[in-house]
């Protein structure tokens, strides 16, 4: 099995940044992609990012394109995203997850594992 643990999640004015963190543990997997979604309270769980594992290809929504960037480092085990100019729309619970087929899906369900999520808030 595959564990993912999220962090670097808190309370940020608009206009601030976080960056967050998914160190990865467990069952070793080669040349497969990493993504961040979101999913604010009594929505669907949207996506955010994507990475190939190499890092030479990414994938933004268009909500977050620009401001958003996401990163890996395979040595560490760990996936960043990096959010800067925050605004109160993107508070949400975010979630890393790895696509063992290795393909930049935007679909959560093309995902096969997840992390427990690190909760964003950004006050106006």
């Known amino acids: 099995q595959v564990q993912l643990v999220e962090s670097g999640g808190g309370l940020v004015q608009a206009g601030g940044s976080l960056r967050l963190s998914c160190a990865r543990s467990g069952r070793t997997f080669s040349s497969y992609a990493m993504g961040w979604f979101r999913q604010a309270p009594g929505k669907e769980r949207d996506f955010v990012a994507a990475i190939s594992w190499s890092g030479g290809s990414t994938y933004y929504a268009d909500s977050v394109k620009g401001r958003f960037t996401i990163s890996r480092d395979n040595a560490k085990n760990t996936v960043y995203l990096q959010m800067n100019s925050l605004k109160p729309e993107d508070t949400a619970v975010y979630y890393c997850?790895?696509?063992?087929?290795?393909?930049?899906?935007?679909?959560?369900?093309?995902?096969?594992?997840w992390g427990q999520g690190t909760q964003v808030t950004v006050s106006s």
């Open positions: 997850a790895a696509a063992l087929a290795g393909t930049l899906y935007s679909d959560y369900r093309e995902y096969d594992y």
